[in-house]
């Protein structure tokens, strides 16, 4: 079975700084994506960046980027700039072979003014 | 613009009722998806479907069935609901591998209430 780790419940950040959000896990699969979700208190999860485990590059999206280490199975977003409107639940979610989703349990952004 | 609809946000059934929670999207996806979230333990998944009529099994199956007759829909059904099955409950859809960007896709949740 697929384990997606997320060692921080909760965490917080000031506005305009900068805060990275930790993933591990743990598949035996050599062909895979990887994203990190969003999910407002509206409830409604949101695709926040997508990574192709066979591209070396991180990917970045305006201010989301993420630290990809396959051999160390880990995959850590940050956030540069924060926003009050990113404050939510992220979730890290590896899919094995593109066709499913594991989701991890979850890390709690809190955006301080 | 990719649309998932769950017929429900909220809902409050009765122990024992047969609770019916309906998803639709409309993207000609083929990989439709159930989850269940709960605090601390993220989205777990309940059943899955990469085609009409086919499901497979999840991690947390158990006390659950899903029904997909037409490719769109994809229904979760609970037999005699508990009190452990409140929860919110949450489907998804995605494109097959190569047909589309790898994505899931949800709706906007159902938060389901067993007293």
């Known amino acids: 079975a697929q384990t997606v780790t997320q060692s921080q419940p909760e965490m917080s950040v000031q506005e305009a700084e900068t805060v990275t959000l930790s993933c591990t896990y743990d598949?035996?699969?050599?062909?895979?994506?990887l994203f990190w979700y969003k999910q407002p208190p509206s409830r409604q999860m949101i695709l926040v960046i997508r990574?192709?485990?066979?591209?070396?590059q991180n990917a970045t999206e305006n201010r989301f980027s993420v630290n990809f280490q396959k051999a160390a199975k880990s995959f850590s977003l940050k956030i540069s700039d924060s926003q009050l409107g990113d404050a939510a639940m992220y979730f890290c979610a590896p899919s094995p072979g593109g066709q499913n989703f594991v989701f991890g349990p979850g890390t709690r952004l809190s955006v301080l003014p | 613009d990719v649309k998932v609809t769950q017929s429900s946000r909220y809902l409050v059934k009765r122990t024992g009722e047969k609770v019916f929670l309906e998803c639709v999207q409309d993207?000609?996806?083929?990989?439709m998806f159930w989850y269940r979230q709960d605090p601390g333990l993220g989205l777990r998944l309940i059943y899955f479907s990469y085609d009409v009529k086919m499901k497979e099994k999840g991690d947390i199956p158990e006390g659950y069935s899903v029904s997909r007759e037409k490719k769109e829909r994809f229904s979760l059904i609970l037999e005699s609901a508990s009190t452990n099955q409140t929860s919110m409950y949450l489907c998804?859809?995605?494109?097959?591998?190569?047909?589309?960007?790898?994505?899931?896709?949800f709706g906007q949740g159902t938060r389901l209430t067993v007293v």
């Open positions: 990574q192709e485990a066979y591209k070396q």
């Open positions: 598949t035996s699969e050599s062909d895979y994506y």
């Open positions: 993207m000609d996806h083929e990989n």
């Open positions: 998804a859809s995605s494109p097959p591998r190569g047909k589309g960007p790898t994505e899931a896709f």
